[in-house]
Each structure stands twice: as structure tokens, then as C-alpha cells.
């Protein structure tokens, strides 16, 4: 009996010290409806923390007969609740919160930044070529002609004009060695890939004037790139349906080399053009950067490209409508012959830095350039006007009818050798003397042989009463 009294009342004493617990749940929303997963629910006066679920619901318990219960998330003001509970027994309550965005104005943030400027130079970002749709395969002079000042009048060639000057005003420097382009193109679809090589440019700057005198005599622009060493082994290809790249680099302490190639044949483009027939435009192109530094104070380094352009084409057609709708006129020109070119040139440079100290830097640079170029074609058209009489292209009565005959016969061989010293030495710590002198000797044969024949309605243009003459006639030799 006593055994039993005993165990009674120490259940009883059990009971009496249990405490009710309160529950308190429900879910988070936005103030647009939406469910609110991850928001912070805590009871900061008892350290305590939770989540709410992906679905939003929540569910806070304790054993206090009031509590304040906080809600906070990113981007949202942060809500307090108070709950209290009026006894000792299991309380379960139920509230659904709803959370305002929280909106803040920043102050005004002013950066200032500020460099010493040396040169009128700007540089390029070339990273800006990979989306940059050109006809020109990634050419970097499609974003020089970005630029203020910079135009150009043909998508399909690598010329540009600075503040109405002429294309050939424009000096383009690799590594400090002044390059050429082949002297003989005048067309964007004879040209094909310019001299620069976007995937062994590291730095890339231009200026469209107030160049230093360093960068010769040319009157319009100064564009000059720095082919970069790779740190490591690198390669990289890249193609499309106009043509393909690739390039591979590696180096070490002493040595790094970099090669790229590139090919290019605009036939697909060209052929969208108004006058139809045969395109066969091939452009190949081979550059190598190699340094190597024998001593800590010598470096040495070369810089070659070999490239070959072949144009053929031969047209058929070209019709072209123009006019104002009450007088539509259609000029139709059907085509024989042909045109041949080639353009293939080779550059070499070869270049030594030494730096005795820290303040003295002395370079010497041997360089060449050879090109053999050949033009050659003979196209003959006949041409016909015709009225339009509606939009639809039915042809009507014949306004003019005439032919023409072009030739030409153009070959350049061009040899550029050139010796160069510069050097500059740091007199002050905000001040340093720089000089250089070159040689150049240009030998140039040159053959130019082109005439043009046009014959309108029965007579040629030019008209003379006696004997018929030609419209266009160049005839010159140079050595």
C-alpha cells in the first residue's frame, strides 16, 4: 500500500511540472500573393532561428506566455509580431504574414580617376571583335572605324579615312616595325585579310592625330599593335562560312613563340552582291612572334607573315531598278571575260633591346617587306535601259543600248628594307629623353597597263567627228 502512494504522487509531481507548450503557424507571402520560401523567422530575445519551408509555412514553439516573433528576407521589410498566450494549457495559433518590399535610394556615387597622358593615343578593346559581326574576319580595323573621325565607304575592305584624308595616310605599326599592305588593291573584293592578327594582338592603340613624330611623316592616323607572349601553352581555332582561324603559342623562361593562321574566301558574300557570276576570292595568311632573351639585359625577337590573295571572277549579269515610281527605269548588263589577281607578299623583322640599367633602354631593328602583285583582266558589256511599267518588273519600251570593253595589265614587285636605332634614356623621374633614326631603301618596278572603251547608242564616248577614242587610259612604267 505504501509502495503505491509512493509512485502516485511522485506521477503527480511529474505532471505539475510539465509546461505547456505554445505553437504558433502559418505561411509567408508577397505582397502580390506568392508563397515566400527561406525567409528568416527568429525569436531574437531566445537566440532562436528557422526557415520557412519551400512552400512558406512556418512553425514557431515555446513555452513562454508571450513572445515576439520576427520575419525578415532580402529586399523586404522586416516584420515584428507579438503574441501572447492567456493560460497555461497548449495554446496553437495560427497567423499568415504577408511581406513589403523594401525599396531604398542610394546616394549619388561620384568616381573621379585620373592618368598622366603622354600621347593622344587610345586604346582598343579587341576582346569586343568576338561579337562583333564584320566582313572582314575579325579585323580590328572594323572597330578602329568605330571611332570619331573614322569612316569608310566599303564594308568589305580594311581602309578607312581619318578626318577626310586618304586610306593610303593611315601608318600601321606592329612591335614598333612599320608594316605595308599591297600597293595594287583598290577594291574591298580584291583585298583580303589585313596585315593584323587579332589572335596574337595583346594591346592595341590608335590615334587620329597629334601622333609623336616617332611614327614617321603620315598625315591622318597612327595605328599601332603589340603582339603579345603567351605565359603558357596556349591554341586556339575558330571558323565560320567565310573562312577559319587558328594559332598556337607556348613559352618559358628564356623563350616564347606564337603562330597564327588564317583563311578567308568571300565567295558566299560576294555573290549577294548586284552583279552575278563567278566568285573565287582566296586569302591565306601565315604570322609567327618568337622572342628569346640569351641575357637578362638582351632580348631578341622576330616577327614574320607570308600571305597570298588570289581573286577570280567572272561576271555574267547585273540588273539594278531605280527611279521614282511614275519613272521606273531597269539597267541590264550581260557580261564576257574575266579577272585574274594576285597579290602575295612576305615580311620579315628581326629587332635586339638592350638595357644596360634600369634607365637606359637601346634597340636596333632590321626589317623587309617584298610584294609581287598581278592584275589582269578583260570584261566586255553590253548594256540595255528599259522603262518599267510597274513594280512587278514587266519591262517596257528601250531608252539606250551601248557596250564597253575594260582592260588592264598591272604587275608591282616592291622590295622595302629598312634599318632602324631607337633608344631612350630616364633623365628624372617625371622626364625622359627619346631619339631614333632609320634607313630605307624602296625599290620599285612597277608596270601599269589599263584602258576602258565605251560605245553609246551608235557612237564612243568620248564622241570626236574623226577618229574614235577611248574613254580611260592610263598607260605608266615606274623603277
Not at 564584320?134 to 572594323?142: H, Q, W
Not at 613563340?257 to 566568285?279: C, D
Not at 540588273?319 to 521614282?324: E, Q
Request: proline residues 3%; charged residues 20%; contains cysteine.
Amino acid at each position: 500500500m505504501r509502495r503505491f502512494l509512493f509512485i502516485l504522487l511522485t506521477c503527480l509531481a511529474m505532471t505539475t511540472s510539465v509546461v505547456a507548450v505554445n505553437r504558433v503557424h502559418g505561411y509567408v507571402r508577397a505582397e502580390n500573393g506568392d508563397l515566400m520560401p527561406y525567409v528568416d523567422v527568429s525569436i531574437p530575445a531566445e537566440n532562436w532561428y528557422t526557415l520557412t519551408d519551400t512552400l512558406g509555412g512556418y512553425e514557431v514553439l515555446t513555452d513562454k506566455d508571450s513572445v515576439w516573433v520576427e520575419f525578415s528576407h532580402v529586399g523586404y521589410k522586416t516584420e515584428r509580431k507579438f503574441f501572447t498566450f492567456s493560460d497555461k494549457k497548449r495554446s496553437d495559433r495560427r497567423m499568415d504574414l504577408f511581406l513589403r518590399e523594401d525599396t531604398q535610394n542610394l546616394a549619388d556615387v561620384n568616381v573621379q580617376g585620373g592618368r598622366l597622358q603622354h600621347t593622344m593615343s587610345q586604346a582598343l578593346d579587341i576582346t569586343k571583335l568576338e561579337v562583333m559581326p564584320t566582313a572582314s574576319v575579325g579585323g580590328i580595323e572594323s572597330l578602329v572605324k568605330t571611332f570619331q573621325g573614322v569612316s569608310s565607304n566599303n564594308e568589305l575592305s580594311t581602309q578607312y579615312s581619318v578626318r577626310g584624308g586618304s586610306y593610303d595616310e593611315n601608318s600601321v605599326y606592329v612591335n614598333g616595325i612599320e608594316v605595308y599592305r599591297p600597293y595594287l588593291v583598290r577594291t574591298g573584293e580584291q583585298e583580303g585579310l589585313s596585315f593584323v592578327n587579332p589572335d596574337l594582338a595583346g594591346n592595341v592603340q590608335f590615334s587620329a592625330g597629334g601622333f609623336d613624330a616617332k611614327y614617321g611623316d603620315k598625315l591622318s592616323s597612327v595605328l599601332e599593335i603589340t603582339y603579345r607572349k603567351p605565359y603558357r601553352f596556349e591554341a586556339g581555332v575558330g571558323g565560320s562560312f567565310m573562312g577559319a582561324t587558328a594559332y598556337i603559342g607556348s613559352s618559358n623562361e628564356k623563350y616564347s613563340q606564337i603562330h597564327g593562321f588564317r583563311y578567308k574566301n568571300a565567295s558566299w558574300l560576294l555573290g549577294t552582291l548586284q552583279t552575278s557570276g563567278e566568285y573565287d576570292p582566296n586569302f591565306l595568311d601565315y604570322q609567327t612572334y618568337i622572342t628569346y632573351k640569351p641575357h637578362e639585359k638582351v632580348e631578341l625577337a622576330f616577327l614574320a607573315n607570308l600571305s597570298q590573295n588570289t581573286y577570280n571572277f567572272k561576271p555574267q549579269t547585273r540588273s539594278t531598278t531605280f527611279g521614282t515610281m511614275g519613272d521606273l527605269q531597269n539597267f541590264t548588263v550581260y557580261f564576257s571575260g574575266k579577272e585574274q589577281d594576285r597579290f602575295r607578299t612576305a615580311f620579315g623583322a628581326l629587332s635586339a633591346v638592350y638595357k644596360p640599367t634600369d634607365r637606359w633602354k637601346l634597340g636596333l631593328t632590321v626589317s623587309a617587306f617584298y610584294t609581287d602583285e598581278r592584275i589582269s583582266y578583260d570584261i566586255e558589256g553590253e548594256y540595255w535601259l528599259n522603262k518599267v511599267y510597274s513594280v512587278d518588273g514587266m519591262m517596257g519600251e528601250q531608252t539606250g543600248v551601248g557596250n564597253y570593253y575594260e582592260h588592264a595589265r598591272n604587275q608591282m614587285n616592291s622590295l622595302v628594307i629598312k634599318a632602324a636605332h631607337d633608344g631612350s634614356v630616364k633623365l628624372t623621374e617625371n622626364n625622359t629623353l627619346s631619339w631614333g633614326v632609320d634607313f630605307t631603301q624602296e625599290m620599285v618596278d612597277e608596270t601599269i597597263g589599263e584602258w576602258e572603251m565605251r560605245d553609246s547608242s551608235g557612237y564612243s564616248v568620248p564622241y570626236q567627228s574623226t577618229n574614235p577614242s577611248l574613254y580611260y587610259s592610263l598607260q605608266s612604267s615606274n623603277h
